[in-house]
């Protein structure tokens, strides 16, 4: 007689590490997957070149939860390891005359090369110490953007060539947003399985608790170094597919500002954890452009004060970040895994 199992049940580690535990999860993350590729056919540019944008977001905050969500080292410097991608990426096509396809990853490497320096201080310093030691690589890559003229342009900037196969450009927003949205999910796929691998594992350890971690033979240096790394190779990722998605690179992008934007994703969406990477993307990408209709249209309804009412859209947009930050402390990720744990258990409390 067969006998029927009711719940989720995991009997060995392997099991409770598996990604998609379920048919109903894997048949609903094929469903989300075949949508983005759809996606494009449906909708219009606007919202084509919104996602093209938000996948680009999720790459770089993938990148700097795994410095700082995973293994607990901060950094203030993701906006300018992009920038080191983006201008790498431009060179390696236009100077050295290679495809995009192996620009790319050279310019993550060239960029995880550049974070694996700046991130040397970790072996002596944490917490605000080490973030003002990002901070200071920040501003010293600024400097470099605005003076390597042969390689960034200078204050003016230089142009990004479009990725080409055969004799086809990637120079339309939707052939843009298939590149990038394929790219987005390979790192999701890959940072995953980073989480689930030894080097994972010790990124953990280090943030929990380093003195133990380092008893148990977890050499801190080395897993610090190795989080810096691949931090800003996802960022060099993140950054050329920006410099290919704008066609145009310029220093201004990639300032202080930036940076405090990616460090805002992965707390609004949920510290060391894969989806609170996307839902920080999402929010931090989407916040400015809903503020921006909805102050426009308040300024259509009262004219006379209209001006005022777009320049409280800085402000607006610092109380809600606040306000959230009071209110959902743990990030979008960890509501998520309520809303998610109140359905499983409803109509029951406990």
Excluded at 31 to 45: D, E, G
Excluded at 256 to 267: D, F, G, P, T
Aim: charged letters at 10%.
């Amino acid at each position: 007689m067969s006998v029927a199992h009711c719940g989720d049940f995991r009997q060995t580690y392997r099991d409770d590490m598996t990604v998609l535990r379920t048919r109903f999860i894997r048949i609903a993350v094929g469903a989300f997957v075949v949508l983005l590729y759809l996606s494009p056919l449906i909708t219009s540019n606007y919202v084509t070149s919104t996602m093209t944008t938000i996948a680009i977001a999720v790459i770089g905050a993938l990148g700097i939860n795994v410095v700082t969500g995973f293994t607990g080292q901060i950094s203030l410097g993701q906006g300018a390891f992009m920038g080191v991608g983006a201008f790498a990426c431009s060179y390696f096509m236009r100077v050295v005359h290679m495809p995009f396809w192996l620009a790319m990853p050279m310019a993550g490497l060239t960029a995880a090369a550049v974070g694996m320096i700046f991130g040397l201080p970790s072996a002596r310093l944490k917490g605000l110490y080490l973030a003002i030691a990002t901070l200071a690589a920040q501003f010293i890559l600024q400097y470099v953007f605005m003076h390597l003229d042969a390689v960034t342009g200078g204050s003016n900037g230089i142009p990004s060539p479009p990725p080409e196969f055969g004799t086809f450009a990637f120079d339309g927003d939707r052939s843009k947003y298939y590149l990038t949205i394929t790219v987005a999910i390979a790192a999701v796929i890959f940072t995953t399985n980073l989480l689930r691998s030894r080097s994972g594992r010790a990124f953990i350890a280090v943030r929990d608790h380093h003195l133990s971690a380092e008893i148990m033979g977890v050499n801190l240096f080395k897993y610090r170094l190795l989080s810096f790394a691949v931090s800003a190779f996802y960022a060099g990722i993140a950054g050329s597919l920006w410099g290919m998605y704008t066609g145009y690179i310029s220093a201004e992008h990639f300032t202080i500002a930036e940076s405090i934007n990616y460090l805002a994703m992965i707390i609004i969406g949920g510290l060391g954890s894969v989806l609170g990477s996307i839902f920080g993307a999402i929010f931090m990408t989407l916040l400015p452009q809903v503020l921006t209709v909805g102050t426009g249209a308040l300024a259509d309804i009262f004219p006379k004060i209209g001006f005022l009412i777009m320049s409280f859209k800085d402000g607006v947009f610092g109380i809600i970040v606040i306000l959230f930050l009071i209110f959902e402390p743990d990030g979008l990720a960890h509501r998520w895994r309520m809303i998610k744990t109140y359905w499983k258990l409803f109509p029951f409390s406990y």
